[in-house]
């Protein structure tokens, strides 16, 4: 099979995986997508593998066909060297729901299960395309993308990162993650203006002429460690499969028994990787999309209308602080039959007019697997309580979402399929928040960490231990409208 690229605005040429790991976006603005079936896998060849090799088997079927060994000794390099535990995804019991832990590695947050694995896929995509110009990785965040992929990309060789990150909208440790972090290569700057408008940058930066005109001159070509990237998304998929096997394993479901997915959703890149899985074969019934108070995703799932004329909030779940969810084309694009001259049109409503709504029937197919809702702050900490007090297990604030929002659903529905909801982060993330939810006590953020870790016996994650301490090393802070000319002089000084 001749496993090639497309984008889904329909104007992109065919382009091979080590070439879309490097584009990072379609030539037309689009999003790279798979131009070939999804494999469908045998799920009992898979279920007692380590998760270097099950992601080895997953990752390899999106890949030429004589990439395999590439790709197990990238995955070995991300995940089998001690930048996580053995149990890379721990999956833990919170009363009748199973809490997936995707926060173990070098930044505590879920974004480090792809971001550890994607600068492994950019270097052997570079040395198979014989690419010899330096890679500028841009990064847009709203709070965990910003530190994994900074973590990820420090000191790669013919590699440089800048990432964008919202003055006002992260959280303290978040911040303090990102701006000391080490690393030659590395600059981390912050916008005056929130997610959206630096993941807007970002995205034009790659159609921008001048810029092009600039990095052909300096012989430097853009790169994206965001979840616009399919090299950000397809490591995404292989943890849906262990988790599903970590129940087989420990025999609360037999193989074949569907589950239900619960996933906090903010760019939506997490949750389409599971339904990418469910197309390769794993049993899943619902997935279940849970938002903050920025409820942008339950309002489309529930009407099939995106509209992003609406107040922004910062919320107490900052990395959900997003109403541009750029995964969401991807869905689009599959649900309405692949057909890219529909999802052009689409996305050129939502940019002109901040609105597009789906046809009928893509919002039948999409409203057939994916359900939604949201927590507002208050609901956010309510759920942090209720889950600690019925169950001894503390939440950070995104997952509240998810576990308020999954509470919700099995109540109006009276779904009682097994779920597993998606743990993003660590609670230490956002200690304030959550020691707040269970004492009722605002303490500053580092005096939170503390109390938290006395008060509730949960470990503070390594990545963590310390930060108060750590020297401030990026101080660079502009407007949201200065970032094409930031770019363009960061090229410039190559």
């Not at 109403?323 to 529909?342: A, F, I, P, Q, T």
């Amino acid at each position: 099979m001749n496993k090639t690229y497309i984008s889904t605005r329909n104007h992109q040429d065919q382009i091979n995986f080590y070439q879309a790991i490097v584009q990072g976006i379609g030539n037309d603005g689009g999003l790279l997508v798979p131009n070939f079936d999804f494999q469908k896998l045998d799920l009992n060849k898979l279920v007692q593998l380590n998760y270097v090799d099950l992601a080895t088997e997953v990752i390899s079927t999106f890949v030429p066909e004589d990439g395999k060994e590439l790709i197990h000794q990238a995955c070995l390099n991300a995940y089998g060297k001690g930048l996580f535990p053995e149990i890379v995804v721990p999956v833990k019991k919170a009363g009748d729901v199973y809490v997936a832990e995707l926060f173990h590695g070098q930044t505590a947050a879920f974004k480090d299960m792809a971001l550890s694995l994607l600068p492994h896929l950019m270097t052997l995509s570079l040395k198979q395309l014989k690419e010899d110009r330096e890679v500028m990785i841009l990064a847009a965040t709203s709070g965990d993308t910003g530190k994994a992929a900074l973590e990820g990309f420090k000191d790669v060789e013919g590699t440089c990162i800048k990432v964008f990150y919202p003055l006002d909208g992260v959280s303290a440790i978040q911040q303090q993650q990102m701006v000391s972090q080490e690393g030659k290569n590395v600059k981390v700057v912050g916008i005056h203006g929130n997610f959206d408008d630096a993941q807007s940058a970002v995205k034009v930066a790659f159609g921008d002429p001048m810029l092009k005109e600039v990095s052909d001159k300096h012989h430097v070509f853009l790169s994206s460690a965001n979840s616009i990237n399919v090299g950000r998304l397809i490591p995404q998929i292989v943890y849906y499969f262990h988790s599903y096997f970590e129940l087989v394993r420990n025999k609360e479901i037999e193989m074949g028994d569907q589950v239900n997915f619960c996933v906090p959703s903010g760019n939506f890149g997490n949750c389409l990787a599971g339904w990418f899985a469910k197309n390769m074969g794993l049993p899943v019934n619902k997935f279940i999309a849970a938002s903050n108070k920025n409820n942008i995703l339950t309002d489309f799932f529930t009407t099939g209308k995106y509209d992003a004329n609406r107040e922004f909030f910062k919320t107490n779940a900052p990395a959900m602080d997003i109403l541009v969810s750029s995964n969401l084309e991807r869905l689009v694009w599959y649900m309405s039959g692949k057909d890219g001259d529909k999802v052009k049109e689409y996305m050129e409503k939502l940019k002109a007019d901040g609105i597009y709504e789906v046809d009928d029937e893509t919002f039948a197919r999409i409203q057939d697997q994916f359900k939604a809702g949201y927590l507002n702050e208050e609901e956010v900490l309510k759920t942090i309580k209720d889950c600690y007090e019925d169950n001894g297990y503390v939440l950070d604030t995104h997952t509240a979402c998810g576990y308020g929002v999954l509470k919700q659903y099995q109540k109006e529905t009276g779904d009682q399929t097994k779920t597993i909801l998606l743990s993003t982060a660590s609670p230490y993330k956002f200690p304030e928040s959550v020691y707040k939810a269970l004492f009722n006590e605002e303490l500053d953020v580092y005096e939170a960490i503390e109390k938290l870790n006395e008060k509730t016996g949960v470990a503070i994650p390594k990545p963590l231990v310390g930060i108060k301490d750590r020297e401030v090393l990026h101080k660079t802070h502009i407007d949201k409208t200065e970032i094409i000319n930031f770019i363009k002089s960061e090229m410039e000084g190559l």
